[in-house]
């Protein structure tokens, strides 16, 4: 992410935007969701958001307004069934912008963090999601797919 910004600010000196977008999704109850699976999930959509504020942050000073959108979920709002670990996550994504948001006075005037929520944003997530199906389950993992794709 470091290298990704110097080349940024190389061709264009000047940011005044960062969106911060990052997610993948993971459908499981909780006893079947291993760690490994959960910090997976905690490291792309929490990690990622942090370490692009982090790199992109000090440099943005430069610029007369800068404005940092990091993008939760819904699900950053509210919790939905087999969710746990993506909700975590975006709710992290939410607590971070929070205190975040707090912070601004010390990178610079004009300096605004804010957090989006969005849902029914179509795209490939609920397909490459890594689901657990538990063993009572009636619906084959094409039909849990499908109903992922409902939620996002």
């Known amino acids: 992410m470091e290298a990704f910004a110097d080349n940024v600010f190389e061709q264009d000196r000047q ?8 997610g993948v999704a993971m459908g499981a ?10 910090r997976w999930i905690m490291d792309i959509n929490f990690w990622g958001v942090v370490y692009g504020c982090k790199a992109f942050a000090p440099r ?8 940092i959108v990091n993008i ?9 069934p087999m969710q746990i670990a993506y909700c975590a996550s975006k709710f992290a994504v939410r ?15 004009n300096f605004k963090v804010a957090c989006a929520f969005p849902t029914g944003v ?15 389950s009636e ?5 849990k797919r499908e109903r992922m794709t409902k939620f996002f």
Do not use: C
């Open 15 to 22: 940011v005044d935007m960062l969106i911060n977008n990052a």
């Open 95 to 109: 607590g971070f912008s929070d205190a975040l948001r707090h912070k601004v006075g010390y990178m610079g005037k």
């Open 139 to 143: 619906r084959t993992e094409q039909q």
């Open 122 to 136: 179509q795209t490939n997530i609920a397909d490459n999601a890594r689901l657990m199906l538990y063993a009572n």
């Open 29 to 38: 109850l909780f006893k079947d969701a291993s760690l490994d699976d959960m």
């Open 60 to 67: 943005r000073k430069a610029a007369e307004v800068a404005t």
């Open 72 to 80: 939760s979920s819904v699900f950053g709002l509210i919790s939905a």
